[in-house]
């Protein structure tokens, strides 16, 4: 049981727009900034977003993050099929003094 | 180009011992606090341990806490983590990874070495 929550999977054809959610508590996504990471089978993660909705520098404008409270999400727009991928979301727990991770969510390109 | 490489992974028994080591490059090391994330088969990420950018402070899930243990050599660019007392569980791919920014609290991990395979099983 992952302490971050995020739907197992979603779903879009491609052009649309996709959300995928991520849910914590005050102790970890309330009170720290969120970052998520893209990973394709068999690769390691890459980092996508970080500090809640900034995007490194190769990341098109097609992903963008964002917070409200104890909860974040990252949006996808004009979906391609290689946006296919885990994406896991992930922020600093100060109960748990240490990083806290989403169980991650599947994106499917239809 | 930044790099991370990790090394040590193999097959162990239940109850044995493993040292991890990760090779940094095309960095400066010692400005930057380091972390262990691992993946079991199959599974999500899971956050294992951190070490601060001298190595004074580290930082471990509950999971492995009193097990396992992190280190760094920054005069050789190097990153570890010693396992002890292997359980099943245990088996997964580990990622070392560095981590961006000066408080913990606000980092992320970027770049990810390409992980090594522990598995544990006799």
């Known amino acids: 049981q992952s302490v971050l929550t995020q739907t197992p999977s979603a779903s879009g054809a491609p052009g649309q727009r996709v959300t995928i959610s991520c849910s914590g508590s005050?102790?970890?996504?309330?009170?720290?900034?969120v970052t998520w990471y893209r990973q394709l089978p068999g690769t390691a993660p890459k980092l996508l977003i970080y500090?809640?909705?900034q995007r490194p520098s190769g990341v098109p404008d097609r992903f963008s993050g964002s917070k409200s409270g104890p909860s974040a999400s990252l949006a996808i727009s004009g979906l391609q099929s290689d946006d296919e991928a885990h994406y896991y979301c992930?922020?600093?727990?100060?109960?748990?003094?240490?990083?806290?991770f989403g169980g991650g969510t599947l994106l499917t390109v239809l | 180009e930044v790099q991370l490489v990790e090394s040590g992974g193999g097959l162990i028994q239940p109850g044995g011992s493993l040292r991890l080591s990760c090779a940094a490059s095309?960095?400066?090391?010692?400005?930057?606090?380091m972390t262990w994330v691992r993946q079991a088969p199959g599974k999500g990420l899971e956050w294992v341990s951190a070490?601060?950018?001298?190595?004074?402070?580290?930082y471990y899930s509950e999971s492995v806490k009193g097990r396992f243990t992190v280190s760094r050599d920054n005069s050789k660019n190097t990153l570890d983590l010693q396992i002890n007392n292997l359980r099943a569980e245990d088996t997964a791919v580990y990622y070392c990874?560095?981590?961006?920014?000066?408080?913990?609290?606000?980092?992320?991990?970027?770049?990810w070495g390409q992980g090594t395979l522990v598995t544990v099983s006799s």
């Open positions: 990874a560095r981590v961006a920014s000066m408080t913990l609290s606000m980092g992320w991990f970027d770049p």
């Open positions: 070490i601060s950018t001298s190595g004074a402070s580290t």
């Open positions: 005050s102790s970890n996504v309330g009170s720290n900034t």
């Open positions: 095309g960095f400066t090391f010692g400005s930057y606090a």
């Open positions: 500090s809640n909705n």
């Open positions: 992930a922020a600093w727990d100060e109960s748990l003094n240490g990083w806290v």
